[in-house]
């Protein structure tokens, strides 16, 4: 064992007072670069650290300044222990896959020179020992934790367990990433009969110690030994004894009982764990210290860590790392305090010091919502000296880590010590900010700054949000209803209506409207178009509902299981809550809560900008929004497209910077009213003769349509589908719209009937639909192609600007239904062309969606002039798996690890993935220069654009509102793939 140099500094106020060890920043990344295992001093991708590799961190410090370390110099094996202290540490922020994020970041504080007080970190490679040996330690670990453990009794002088001056320490849990669910801190540990009346005299504040002893007891029995509140309706046994407690002494503060009272507490809480569990509160600090390092290891398997690691896709073989650390007190006396902080605004981004502290209060008390804290600005009243340090601390940090942090520290007797620091979770807004500003402050470049904002994030600067302090309001009054899939982002509040007849008919009296479903289909399209929001019951996030909100720019809360929704009652229940249709309801997409009641929302900085034309306010996000997007311009190399089949839609997606429409889906605009009832006219045509008229009164209908979508995009391009649905979803299925059909047309019920019945099919999704429509009867691809030229002509004519058409030929298998409908196509073409003696560019091409289509591209690419890959369909077909079906078992699949994502949301690589690069290098190899991109809702995934760049696409397109989210989101590409 190396004798420790610094065990003469052995007060913590000598080891405070010292500078940085010298030459702790080149030790730092002198460390760091041997971590990574290379030997030149350019920078190189940092390799995940390792066990081994901390060993090696270690060798490469230099001796003598070093931080002793619990171990020889000598290697035995993989380090499991690691120290830090105010001399330095072993470890450093790289090490976070070692050390866990809090050991990590700790270490890197302490080679800071930063006052950090001593402890150590027991390494996640003992948490994997643990799992893979029965639960048993490695064996030399408790050696070499009682040699960090004497380490930290030299540096702070004092001994662990000495009841005249015992060292007391908190025991910390840490995993790479921050992870709710793991084992909570305890503080104080090492309080007993004994050592609590050497810690009175000591500090000579004997409320202080008994008050500690309480605390330690209590979150001991919570943690450590489970003791919890029996039930949800019960309270917890100690939070219950200590309020009696207040009350029969007459007390509001707890800060208010006396050293006494609180000595009459421990007794109690210690005869609860007595009575709770048949044991004795453990008193030998070395079997407590044991017991909450076992207990952090045990919680790394409990249900809670489990569920989250599920959800976040965290692989339970990361295990996790615990940090003992020495305590400081932030509960000595007025000159006391704890606080958590940011060093910029989290909400806003605003560059502002922002948090809460308490004086006279211990690292629980701030979040414990006991005392209200109060902002952080004011501590400068309160501790001058630890606010000045605390501010150059905080400013150092955030220049070393170059990003906003988060941290928590405490203050003992006026003097600041550091308990925690990381990268500070954010909403999107502040993510944006920081990453422009800080690039204005010349901290990160450009490229780190795309890099570090989620793209998804920028959801919630596109939609509007409920006014705070309603919201605020509402939570308190609990009048949240239920959580469930945030399925399209913002904020809508609006009476229910339950039917979309009922949410056209109160839209049209001016009412907001919410429409309720148990799930949505194709006929619900007016309704949701209507509402500004849209809740259902049953279906995921690429649920009908889901897609089509976001493609249409709505809030949507999918999913809410919780939900009864009776049709006939027209009422939704939900706890003992029952709405009724016209009441006032509220969801926020964004986080996917339901609120019962009004609440009022505004529109978002951005859009009232892009698709309003406000001016930006001084202050507005839109500033920085705009900046950090203009860098995604410029560093991607995808385009980004939208799909939109409306005029208005097609404004918003060119100014959310869409290049073109990569998916007009025609069907849509059938639903419309006054066209709805030529769909269907068309639809009950006996003969080829009655289509043709019915065909002729969709014709100057789509193309006004056509003429307002080219109108909005020209000279973009824009994919425009050929009818895609089976005919029986523009039929209705009830007997009174059946009845009121057969009326309007001036036909016998019967024959709807019949026709309902004869379009009726076992699986509509590979029945008579796509091409095959067009195969079938011609007439419809000739009319849909004569409505597209015609009013591309007119356009071109009107507006000198020509439209670049790409008509899209949907669920091709064989090359030869391609032929058939190519030259429909182009002879109508040619036809429209000469009536109107002017020609507008434009492409035949077809969808990629069925796996023959991507195996025999090559054959196809001599007919098609582009592709574009339908990946909702192409995931269906290629796993078998129907989309509207799959809520019911890809959960379970997700869980079990059998996907690791929802094929529908994220492409799968390996199985779709590799249909489409199939598909993509053989259909260019027969057409040199083939455009090929993606329309299905993959496009609008950052993870699948990444494979979209990959393969080398020309594009990806996506719901108006997601472009944004794409376009960065090809930047990340570009620039990784770039880096790589
Ligand atoms: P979490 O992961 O929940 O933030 P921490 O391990 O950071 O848990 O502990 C929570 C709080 O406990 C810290 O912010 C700090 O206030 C307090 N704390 C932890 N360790 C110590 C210590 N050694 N001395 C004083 N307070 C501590
Ligand atoms: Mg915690
Ligand atoms: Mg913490």
Known sequence: MSKSPQSKHAKKSSTTKMPAPKGSRARTAAARRASTGASSTTKVKRAPATAKAGTRAKLGTPRGSSATTA??????????VYSFGPRGADGNRDMKDVLGGKGANLAEMCSLGLPVPPGFTISTAVCAHYYENERRYPERLQKDVEAALARVEREVGKRFGDASDPLLVSVRSGARVSMPGMMDTVLNLGLNDATVEGLARVSGNPRFAWDAYRRFVNMYADVVLGLKAKSESHLCPFRDAFDQKKKARGVREDTDLTAQDLRDLVDEYKRVVRERT???????????????????????????????????????????????????????????????????????????????????????????????????????DNAPAAWKELNRTVQLLERHYRDMQDIEFTIERGRLWMLQCRNGKRTGFAAVKIAVDLVREKRITRE?????????????????????????????????????????????????????TEAVARREKGENVVLV?????????????????????????????????????????????????????????????????????????????????????????????????????????????????SWADDARTLRVRANADQPDQCRNAVAFGAEG?????????????????????????????????????????????????????????????????????FLPHDEPSIWAIARDLNVLPERVHAKVEALREQNPMLG???????????????????????????????????????????????????????????????????????RVPFLVGTMIELPRAALTAGEIAKTAEFFSFGT??????????????????????????????????????????????????????????LKVGICGEHGGDPRSITFCDELGMDYVSCSPFRVPLARLAAAQAALRSRRS
Request: with cysteine.
């Open 71 to 80: 171990r020889g110099a000598k290697s035995r094996g993989p380090q499991y």
């Open 278 to 380: 048949g044991k004795p509160f453990p008193s030998d600090p070395r079997e407590q210290l044991w017991g909450a390092i076992g207990a952090v290891f045990r919680s790394w398997q409990n249900e809670r860590a489990i569920a989250y690691r599920a959800m976040n896709h965290i692989p339970a073989s990361w295990g996790t790392a615990v940090s003992v650390c020495a305590m400081v007190f932030g509960n000595l006396g007025p000159d006391s305090g704890t606080g958590v902080a940011f060093t910029r605004d989290p909400s806003t981004g605003e560059k502002r010091f922002y948090g809460e502290y308490l004086m006279n209060a211990q690292g629980e008390d701030v979040v414990a919502g006991i005392r209200t804290p109060h902002p952080i600005s004011t501590l400068a």
């Open 448 to 500: 780190e700054a795309l890099l570090r904002v989620d793209p998804t994030s920028l959801d919630q600067l596109l939609q509007p949000v409920f006014v705070p302090e309603e919201l605020a309001a509402a939570r308190k009054d609990g009048r949240l209803l239920t959580r469930a899939l945030n399925a399209g982002p913002g904020a809508a509040s609006g009476r229910i209506a339950f039917s979309p």
């Open 517 to 629: 479903r148990i799930e949505t289909s194709p006929d619900d399209i007016l309704g949701m178009k209507a509402a500004s929001g849209i809740l259902t019951a049953r279906g995921g996030m690429t649920s009908h509902a889901a897609l089509v909100a976001r493609q249409m720019g709505k809030v949507c809360v999918a999913g809410a299981g919780e939900l009864e929704i009776d049709y006939a009652q027209r009422t939704l229940s939900v706890g003992s809550w029952t709405l009724s249709e016209g009441d006032w309801i509220s969801i926020d997409g964004s986080s996917g809560e339901v609120y019962a009641g009004k609440l009022g929302t505004q529109s978002s900085d951005v859009c009232a900008v892009l698709l309003e034309g406000a001016k930006p306010g001084v202050d507005s996000i839109y500033r920085e929004y705009h900046e950090l997007l």
């Open 661 to 729: 429409v990569g998916l007009c889906r025609t069907e849509h605009m059938f639903f419309a009213p006054g066209k709805i009832e030529a769909v269907r006219e068309m639809i009950l045509a006996e003969t080829t003769q009655e289509r043709v008229l019915a065909l002729k009164k969709l014709l100057p209908l789509q193309r006004a349509d056509f003429e307002g979508i080219f109108k909005a995009m020209a000279p973009r391009p824009v994919t425009i589908r050929s009818l895609d649905p089976p005919l029986h979803e």
């Open 768 to 838: 008579l639909r796509g091409c095959r429509l067009g195969i079938v009867y011609p007439e419809i691809t000739i009319m849909q192609a004569r409505a597209i030229f015609e009013a591309a002509c007119n356009v071109a004519r009107d507006t000198k600007k020509k439209p670049m058409l790409e008509i899209m030929i949907p669920l091709v298998g064989t090359r030869r239904e391609l032929d058939l409908q190519a030259d429909v196509v182009r002879n109508v073409a040619e036809e429209v062309f000469a009536e109107a003696k002017i």
């Open 872 to 929: 909702n369909d192409l995931t269906q077909t290629t796993f078998g798996i129907s989309r509207d079906d799959g809520g019911k078992f890809l959960p379970h699949y997700i869980e079990q690890e059998i996907h690791a994502d929802d094929p529908f949301a994220t492409l799968d690589r390996d199985g779709v993935g590799r249909l489409m690069r199939i598909a993509t290098e053989e259909g260019r190899a027969s057409r040199p220069g």
